[in-house]
């Protein structure tokens, strides 16, 4: 899976720029603030239908402009795809192999990524929230099955919510049950395909540590609950225990058991990485984490998704930088940095400098 050639129109601070990237590593070097993280941006984009930056489309546009348009021209282990995207002020138009898609669910899979930038350090050190979204935007990319699950568990968990805040009790708990049975059908396959995935990344999670540490270090990546048996099995554990904690979540005004609640453990050398963990032990635990998932995209869909490495370098001795260009040699690489001769090390690579959002040769 590449991307050869990416086409931005007023996106971001890029007025008309195309982007052409080579099959291996791709360096895009320059100042700070002059568009590097916004290219990385647009790939990830045209990957998943959303932004890791920002909640609003809107805010995409180039300033000054109606409209933002992004287009790749990519290829995956089926041939030739183009994805392009046109953002409005209230709307927007993705196009795959220029048919219209009605929702993401069709958009993920066509080309993968995996992105990582120096606040993904937020996935070890900050609350569950974000181990979740880790794993539902990684899942997504390789199931529609399990993306559309969450939406509708979330659309459900939303309605669940508003009704706990009725102040009729007796009707709470007349029609919760009815809830619950829809809310623990999508629970559970959220529950299972959250299980596959840890299976297969937490040995090449500790694998990769080891690797970036001289095998100083041990990584263990587990779920902080088990869930036992099918699906249907899951299903009525979750509802037992949405049961038993009604009096609860009337008291509190919202869901508190279910798969949104839930988290992944981090352990280095034993330790709970998520309150001991030095910022070293941090960075090196969240590369090991994503170099991990690369490998899981392989696994799950027979070819490498493209990996986006946005400033990571800079976070990173020297030693670890070069054992980094080492893991990444297969895989096609965007990756930005400041001083393209400082990280390179004498690696090929295709080399394009960003000055004030424009290709300078």
């Excluded at 937490?202 to 095998?215: C, I, R, V, Y």
């Amino acid at each position: 899976m590449k991307i050869k050639k990416l086409f931005l129109q007023n996106f971001r601070n890029y007025e008309n720029e195309i982007f052409t990237f080579s099959e291996g590593l791709n360096v895009l070097f320059g100042k700070n603030g002059q568009g590097k993280t916004n290219c990385a941006e647009a790939v990830f984009y045209l990957c998943t239908g959303a932004s890791l930056r920002i909640r609003h489309d809107k805010q995409l546009i180039r300033i000054g402009a109606e409209s933002a348009r992004i287009v790749a021209e990519a290829e995956n282990r089926y041939g030739n795809v183009t994805i392009e995207a046109d953002i409005y002020e209230n709307k927007r138009e993705i196009r795959v192999n220029g048919s219209k898609i009605a929702k993401n669910a069709d958009l993920m899979g066509h080309i993968n990524s995996v992105f990582f930038s120096p606040g993904e350090l937020r996935l070890i050190q900050d609350g569950p929230d974000e181990r979740r979204r880790f794993m539902n935007i990684s899942i997504s990319q390789t199931s529609p099955a399990y993306y559309t699950a969450l939406l509708r568990y979330n659309k459900i968990l939303d309605q669940r919510n508003t009704l706990l805040k009725n102040r009729d009790v007796s009707l709470v708990l007349d029609t919760l049950p009815v809830w619950d049975e829809q809310l623990c059908k999508y629970a559970a396959i959220i529950v299972q395909k959250r299980a596959e995935f840890v299976e297969k990344l937490a040995p090449h999670a500790k694998e990769f540590h080891s690797f970036l540490t001289d095998g100083k270090e041990d990584l263990v990546i587990k779920p902080d609950r088990k869930y036992e048996g099918s699906a249907e099995e899951i299903a009525k554990t979750l509802q037992r225990r949405l049961e038993n904690n009604y009096e609860k979540d009337l008291r509190l005004g919202f869901t508190t058991v279910g798969p949104h609640r839930d988290d992944l453990d981090v352990l280095i050398g034993g330790v709970d990485a998520k309150a001991y963990a030095s910022q070293g032990q941090t960075r090196t635990a969240a590369l090991a984490l994503k170099l991990s998932e690369v490998q899981i995209f392989k696994i799950l869909s027979g070819e490498y998704p493209i990996l986006v490495l946005d400033d990571v370098m800079s976070e990173l001795d020297l030693p670890r930088r070069k054992k980094l260009l080492k893991c990444i040699a297969d895989v096609q690489t965007i990756l930005t940095c400041t001083h393209a001769e400082r990280v390179l090390y004498g690696a090929e690579c295709n080399k394009i400098r960003i000055e004030d959002g424009k290709i300078k040769n």
